[in-house]
């Protein structure tokens, strides 16, 4: 049995109300999950499972604790914002699950939910590499990653400091406990739905691309757009094939710019990365760069049928390869690839092992 460190967050007061709790996670960028401190005790976001310790910690460093968080609204139901979540109830069983109103209908068992995802990886690295020794090397290794993560999430595991009645400064008290496998959620957003914590007044706009249940909860009385991983730093991930979209990615982006300007002194509050101090500005890179990558793919389909790999190369460069986001760049590449070939500019041949040619269409 391991034992999990509670490494402490940086909480950041944004308002009276509106606190960011930052948790490290060992996918991506830190999770920043914000804590609404109103009448109604909110979260947004609930982070990885694994800084579910340091959550608890930084709550409790503002005084609070599990328990005393009335809701956790979830921006989407990808692993480092929803699996906290699913842990939480064995130590806080009042706490309410708010999300997209089908999310919950939708991933009846989250373990099945990420061996989906595991199953992809699977996909696409059999998609892009022709060579089947070169194919079998990578998805070895992503499988060993996914089932680590998997023991992980699935087994019950030791969390210091998180227990009912726990002195969280005693990080030797651990208390095993086993996560939840059922997205379960109290309240079923969509949108235009309207609710108040007290002070603050909040709005849900459904904002898919970047996941299928992917919401925005706006604060509509003083001016908040919670923009979960629809407007982050640079480009999020997208996996066409199991809840992304890019064409859909691009409207939600263009319905938040309609927002802003309703209301232009609206801040942007990321669930990755800092405040976003120039939205229209950050989203319009967003479309713009959206908009390069495409014209770079059919450029080099111009040369002739290209897979996925040489793709990725003219896009990215060689190095990318091995990279830690070697995968995440592969599934954006075909989602480009996939809208392309929706909009008919594109054609591809899938070979019966699952390999897949790219070419220009007339
Ligand atoms: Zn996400």
Same mark, same amino acid.
Do not use: C
């Given at each position: 049995?391991?034992?999990?460190?509670?490494?402490?967050?940086?909480?950041?007061?944004?308002?009276?109300?509106?606190?960011?709790?930052?948790?490290?996670?060992?996918?991506?960028?830190?999770?920043?999950?914000?804590?609404?401190?109103?009448?109604?005790?909110?979260?947004?976001?609930?982070?990885?499972?694994?800084?579910?310790?340091?959550?608890?910690?930084?709550?409790?460093?503002?005084?609070?604790?599990?328990?005393?968080?009335?809701?956790?609204?979830?921006?989407?139901?990808?692993?480092?914002?929803?699996?906290?979540?699913?842990?939480?109830?064995?130590?806080?069983?009042?706490?309410?699950?708010?999300?997209?109103?089908?999310?919950?209908?939708?991933?009846?068992?989250?373990?099945?939910?990420?061996?989906?995802?595991?199953?992809?990886?699977?996909?696409?690295?059999?998609?892009?590499?022709?060579?089947?020794?070169?194919?079998?090397?990578?998805?070895?290794?992503?499988?060993?990653?996914?089932?680590?993560?998997?023991?992980?999430?699935?087994?019950?595991?030791?969390?210091?400091?998180?227990?009912?009645?726990?002195?969280?400064?005693?990080?030797?008290?651990?208390?095993?406990?086993?996560?939840?496998?059922?997205?379960?959620?109290?309240?079923?957003?969509?949108?235009?739905?309207?609710?108040?914590?007290?002070?603050?007044?909040?709005?849900?706009?459904?904002?898919?691309?970047?996941?299928?249940?992917?919401?925005?909860?706006?604060?509509?009385?003083?001016?908040?757009?919670?923009?979960?991983?629809?407007?982050?730093?640079?480009?999020? %991930? !997208?996996?066409?094939? $199991?809840?992304?979209?890019?064409? /859909?990615?691009?409207?939600? @982006?263009? +319905? =938040?710019? #309609?927002? &802003?300007?309703?209301?232009?002194?609206?801040?942007?509050?990321?669930?990755?990365?800092?405040?976003?101090?120039?939205?229209?500005? %950050? !989203?319009?890179?967003? $479309?713009?760069?959206?908009?390069? /990558?495409?014209?770079?793919? @059919?450029? +080099? =389909?111009? #040369?002739? &049928?290209?897979?996925?790999?040489?793709?990725?190369?003219?896009?990215?460069?060689?190095?990318?390869?091995?990279?830690?986001?070697?995968?995440?760049?592969?599934? $954006?590449?075909?989602?480009?690839?996939?809208?392309?070939?929706?909009?008919?500019?594109?054609?591809?041949?899938?070979?019966?092992?699952?390999?897949?040619?790219?070419?220009?269409?007339?």
């Amino acid at each position: 049995m391991r034992s999990l460190t509670a490494k402490p967050a940086e909480i950041l007061q944004v308002t009276d109300q509106i606190y960011r709790i930052t948790l490290s996670q060992p996918f991506y960028a830190p999770n920043q999950v914000y804590l609404i401190r109103d009448e109604t005790t909110m979260l947004i976001d609930s982070g990885y499972v694994e800084s579910i310790g340091s959550l608890a910690l930084a709550l409790k460093q503002l005084g609070l604790s599990m328990r005393e968080v009335d809701v956790i609204l979830y921006t989407h139901p990808h692993i480092d914002h929803i699996t906290a979540g699913l842990l939480w109830g064995t130590y806080a069983r009042r706490t309410q699950k708010w999300g997209h109103h089908t999310m919950a209908r939708d991933i009846p068992d989250y373990p099945d939910f990420i061996d989906v995802w595991q199953a992809d990886t699977s996909r696409i690295l059999t998609l892009a590499f022709r060579d089947k020794q070169a194919r079998q090397t990578r998805i070895r290794k992503a499988n060993d990653r996914w089932a680590r993560f998997v023991r992980r999430f699935a087994e019950a595991q030791d969390v210091p400091g998180v227990g009912r009645d726990t002195d969280v400064s005693s990080a030797t008290q651990k208390v095993t406990k086993q996560g939840d496998r059922a997205v379960k959620l109290d309240r079923l957003l969509k949108e235009g739905d309207e609710f108040s914590t007290g002070k603050l007044r909040f709005r849900i706009l459904e904002t898919p691309g970047h996941n299928t249940w992917h919401i925005t909860p706006l604060e509509v009385s003083q001016g908040f757009a919670f923009t979960g991983d629809l407007l982050i730093g640079n480009i999020p %991930a !997208i996996y066409d094939k $199991l809840d992304g979209n890019l064409e /859909l990615f691009q409207q939600s @982006l263009l +319905k =938040l710019l #309609e927002e &802003r300007k309703q209301m232009p002194a609206m801040r942007f509050l990321p669930a990755h990365g800092d405040e976003i101090l120039q939205p229209e500005r %950050a !989203i319009k890179i967003v $479309l713009k760069t959206i908009g390069i /990558l495409e014209n770079g793919l @059919l450029k +080099k =389909l111009v #040369e002739g &049928r290209k897979d996925l790999v040489d793709l990725m190369e003219s896009a990215f460069g060689a190095h990318i390869e091995g990279g830690n986001h070697f995968i995440t760049a592969l599934e $954006l590449l075909e989602a480009l690839l996939r809208k392309l070939m929706r909009e008919g500019r594109v054609g591809s041949q899938l070979y019966p092992d699952g390999y897949e040619e790219f070419y220009l269409k007339h």
